[in-house]
């Protein structure tokens, strides 16, 4: 397959491709082919570079497209010559569950999946929010990375740390959470106001008639993503659930001990309250108040995300749901968007918003199932990345 992508990227039909004059047609883009054929840019990019994941038969119609287009990849000269390095920039959190783990998991295979480029990866990892973020910044634009990847806990601190590098020709994909007004060019995250809507949703459902206060935990109300979770949690209730009281958000900044004792305050004073919504990674803490507190059997808690400690709570009934929000994804998502501005020369201004998916007792094993396969599926791919760098600077 590579060779005939190579005779591909080198002539169409046997005769070498010449650049369309100024004055001709445009050259035709991955747009063109996308859209010719109904399907996404990605799914072109991938059939182009002959990523995993793409069927013959597609992969046979994007080629075909390309030659019916003249498509003309500005990538042969990189094939042919020292094979050019693309060195990227991962600034994250460690966190304190998987959620990041799986993040920076689906950034390592999307690089290990890319075909034409070295990639080395290069991980700044903060110990916590706040924490190390503009030194990782500043440190990834001296060292003068092709791309970065990072999680904008604190957006204001952040955004001229984004400009500069902006600036700098370093194009920057922040995800999880946005800063808009920054430069960045795009950003990558779960849907945040279907969330909150489903979450809202289910929590009227369990709870019925059934009268009493709701409380919402929240990283901080200053984050644009967890404010839209909330506006939208707050929304769905007063429309189709007014008999439900919303509390005041309670912000802990996801550190553990702020969650319990903020968390176990409330379960002490609100002895109205009838459920409760987590949307950050601090579940454990406030399941913990709860069980302190001895109101845990009586709430029905809907948390955010998928991990080890929280699947007994799924799995026994004391968690109703979990929004999960595809770590994984959104990391093989950010980098292939990075990747395609680098390669590709894509748009600025790229905004993925994945749709979050809907854990409950019923389709527990599934999704743990489906984790484990990922997981496997990344070990072995292990060889594949003998031939890419990935250095952790934390």
């Not at 992969?59 to 500005?74: I, S």
């Not at 909330?230 to 007063?238: H, M, N, V, W």
């Not at 993925?352 to 072995?380: C, I, T, W, Y």
Request: proline share 5%; charged share 25%; glycine share 8%.
């Amino acid at each position: 397959m590579a060779n005939r992508l190579l005779k591909f990227l080198l002539a169409v039909d046997g005769r070498p491709r010449r650049k369309a004059s100024k004055m001709g047609k445009p050259p035709a883009t991955l747009g063109d082919i996308a859209k010719s054929l109904g399907t996404s840019i990605g799914t072109v990019h991938r059939a182009l570079h002959d990523h995993p994941g793409v069927s013959p038969a597609t992969r046979a119609r994007v080629l075909q497209m390309a030659r019916n287009l003249g498509y003309r990849p500005n990538l042969a000269a990189r094939y042919l010559s020292s094979k050019k390095t693309l060195r990227i920039s991962v600034n994250t959190l460690q966190g304190t569950t998987s959620f990041w783990d799986e993040v920076r998991a689906g950034i390592r295979e999307e690089a290990a999946g890319i075909l034409l480029e070295n990639v080395e990866v290069e991980f700044r990892t903060s110990p916590s929010l706040g924490e190390g973020e503009e030194e990782a910044l500043e440190a990834a634009i001296a060292a003068k990375v092709d791309g970065i990847i990072t999680f904008p806990s604190r957006p204001e601190t952040l955004r001229p740390w984004i400009r500069r590098a902006s600036r700098s020709h370093i194009p920057v994909v922040c995800v999880a959470t946005d800063a808009p007004n920054s430069g960045r060019l795009g950003i990558v995250a779960i849907d945040t106001l279907a969330s909150g809507a489903i979450a809202a949703d289910l929590m009227g459902k369990f709870l019925g008639g059934r009268t009493g206060s709701v409380g919402i935990t929240v990283f901080d109300m200053g984050i644009t993503e967890h404010a839209e979770k909330y506006g939208a949690f707050e929304s769905t209730l007063k429309s189709f659930y007014p008999h439900l009281e919303l509390l005041k958000p309670i912000e802990d900044h996801d550190v553990e001990r702020e969650a319990y004792r903020k968390c176990r305050k409330l379960f002490e004073e609100r002895t109205d309250l009838a459920g409760m919504y987590v949307t950050t990674e601090a579940s454990i803490p406030v399941l913990k108040a709860a069980c302190d507190a001895k109101v845990l059997d009586r709430l029905t808690i809907i948390t955010t995300d998928l991990f080890p400690d929280l699947v007994p709570y799924i799995r026994s009934g004391r968690v109703a749901a979990t929004i999960y929000q595809r770590p994984r994804a959104q990391g093989q998502m950010a980098l292939r968007l990075l990747h395609e501005f680098l390669a590709e020369g894509g748009r600025r201004s790229n905004q993925v918003s994945l749709a979050p998916h809907l854990v409950m007792r019923g389709n527990l094993d599934f999704f743990l199932s489906r984790q484990s396969q990922e997981s496997a599926s990344k070990n072995g791919q292990n060889g594949q990345e003998a031939r890419r760098l990935v250095h952790d600077l934390a």
